[in-house]
């Protein structure tokens, strides 16, 4: 995962130059790396509105409480909705590279212990209350929690995709309502989880699921195609075949024949 390639980054012992620390405000603004490539690694944090980075293969939006991995000579277009407020720090390594080609989110929720060192360092930067020696240690104290805090998250969100999927499989027409409140989490933030970590939606997997035990169904019994597809949930036998053959290649009645040959 490319999460675990930042982190083993962050957590290198590499050794790390600052650039810039800024708290910036924008309003409506954007600005581009699109033609001249990021020139060095960045993290920020989102504390107020929104932004949006645009890169030539995909879209990020990052909102208040995300943290984000932006990667040196990446190329992407940042637009900043209404007014957005944002911690950024700018570093570079001179014994140490990651190869990638756009921004990242490392946390959806960053926890307090976080924005507070973050918060720290901004603020012996901007009133140059503190020595070198000392950002550069909150520095290096932001990375070892940023590193920690996104292992722990995305670790837990891999925990809670086992429970969702162990959930369907015991229970495949269960409401995803029912089933994200038993897991302690909004149903949206479930399903944009269980994308982010298995690449396919609740209801992809769910629908896999069927046709797995419809497979069973039709090499193991008698059951007629209309049987199996009232069975198992679905709105009507022509439906049925259609889904099964978008994943199968093949009809329902195909596969019977070919298993039973």
């Keep these: ?9 962050l957590k290198s012992n590499a050794e790390f130059f600052i650039s810039k620390i800024l708290k910036q405000h924008w309003k409506e603004s954007k600005y581009s790396y699109i033609n001249l490539p990021r020139p060095d690694y960045g993290l920020m944090l989102v504390l107020k509105g929104s932004v949006t980075f645009v890169t030539e293969k995909e879209i990020l939006t990052a909102s208040a409480g995300n943290f984000v991995f932006l990667p040196k000579n990446s190329r992407y277009e940042a637009a900043f909705v209404n007014e957005t407020d944002d911690y950024l720090v700018s570093f570079d ?6 190869l990638l080609d756009a921004p990242v989110k490392l946390m959806q929720n960053t926890p307090f212990s976080c924005v507070e060192i973050f918060s720290e360092l901004i603020s012996e930067n901007y009133f140059e209350t503190g020595s070198n020696l000392k950002i550069k240690g909150l520095f290096y104290m932001l990375l070892d929690s940023v590193a920690n805090n ?4 995305t670790n837990g969100h891999r925990r809670l995709v086992n429970r969702v999927c162990e959930l369907l499989r015991e229970h495949n027409e269960r409401p995803m309502g029912e089933i994200a409140k038993e897991c302690s989490v909004s149903e949206s933030g479930l399903r944009s989880i269980f994308k982010q970590e298995l690449g396919i939606t609740p209801t992809q997997y769910r ?3 069927k046709i797995r035990q ?3 169904l039709l090499e193991a019994t008698d059951m007629s195609v209309a049987e199996i ?4 949930g679905f709105f009507d036998a022509a439906y049925f075949c259609k889904v099964f053959k978008e994943q199968m290649g093949v009809t329902p009645k195909q596969y ?6």
Excluded at 1 to 9: A, D, H, P, T, Y
Excluded at 229 to 232: H, K, N, R, T
Excluded at 256 to 261: A, G, P, T, V
Aim: hydrophobic share 30%; charged share 25%.
């Design 1 to 9: 995962m490319i999460e675990q390639e930042i982190l083993s980054f």
């Design 93 to 98: 390594s001179s014994t140490s590279s990651l």
């Design 150 to 153: 996104t292992e722990y998250e």
């Design 207 to 209: 629908t896999s699921i």
């Design 214 to 216: 419809a497979e069973y």
């Design 229 to 232: 597809a009232e069975q198992l």
């Design 256 to 261: 019977s024949q070919n298993k039973k040959i």
